[in-house]
């Protein structure tokens, strides 16, 4: 069975990869593009070869069976409930939600119209997290005491240095899938979180640096560095790092370790150029299987999304404080 799948705006970094995933998938069909920056839609639609529509609503009247949306943070709960109210299932850019009541909106959206709603969290798909996780599950490292992750990258700037359209800065753009991850290998909710942030980085009315406590259900503990901390002369945009100790042992991951050193003297600049499994097309490949009717098993669900948010908004919820914030 074929998918017809479109993609609802290019503001994200991540849409062009998605668009690739889809145009090499055997299943889709990449219908095309809407954003309501008209000239990046007719810009995008000729970069790939596919329809630029007028208007959001044009291409959910089309005969496109799902969505995968790529907004503006604070633009994810409108587009998701325009899609739901068509009957289009949807993929949707992390973080799921800047609000609460948005997260809690769209997931009753979906529910209401029978569409599923998605959450992009390709960290599920790489090879290396899941590894680890049937590790810890095993008992490999006996019983699970605490965790340790980092997600430090560059700082993307545009929007997503603007509060009001990104729902904050680094803390909510790289705390949701690493906080995600934890819940998968806890298998426990975190009931408190206490963080930190800073703009010491780029000084702008962002935060560029956050560091967080998670507690979980059982009592085990985390800590993740969320930041922009990369400079752009960085060889890569920056990692996903998970370890976790236990009783007998101490499990870490790099995820993105298996890369090459490109030396570009074009550019002036040292790279790391990554060879390893593709996770975006991981989870790109079973978002459409999941549309054709086939059973889920790692794609993050709304509910999951929403969770992950709710940390980051419960993170700076406690930086304004200066204490913990129970979940």
Sequence with gaps: MTVKVGIMSFAHLHADSYAHCLLSHPQ??????????????????????????????SLLASDVQAVIICSENAHHARLAQMAAAAGKHILCEKPLMTKLDDGKAMLAAAQGAGVGLYTAFPCRFS????????MVQSGTIGELLALRGTNRGSNPGG???????AGGGAMIDHTVHVA???RLITGQEIVEVYA??????????????????????????????????????????????LAA???RGIIEMDMFAQHLIHYDDRVGRIKQVFWGDNIDYGMVDEFVRV????PRHRIATGEDGYKAAAVSIAGYESARRGEPVRM
Excluded at 127 to 134: G, I, K, R, S, V
Excluded at 291 to 294: A, C, D, F, I, K
């Design 127 to 134: 090879p290396a997290f899941w590894q680890m996780l049937q």
């Design 159 to 165: 929007w997503f240095n603007d509060p009001e359209l």
């Design 291 to 294: 549309v054709s009717g086939e």
């Design 196 to 241: 930190e942030t800073g703009n010491n980085m780029f000084h702008g009315a962002f935060d560029d640096t956050a560091m967080l406590t998670f507690t979980f259900q059982d009592g085990v503990f985390a800590t993740l560095d969320s930041s922009w901390s990369r400079p752009k002369t960085f060889p890569t945009w920056g990692d996903v790092t």
């Design 180 to 182: 995600d991850l934890m």
């Design 28 to 57: 889709a069909e990449f219908i095309g593009i809407a954003d309501h920056d008209i000239a990046r839609a007719q810009a995008k639609a000729q970069q790939f070869g596919v329809q630029a529509f007028d208007s959001y609503e």
């Design 245 to 247: 100790i236990g009783t």
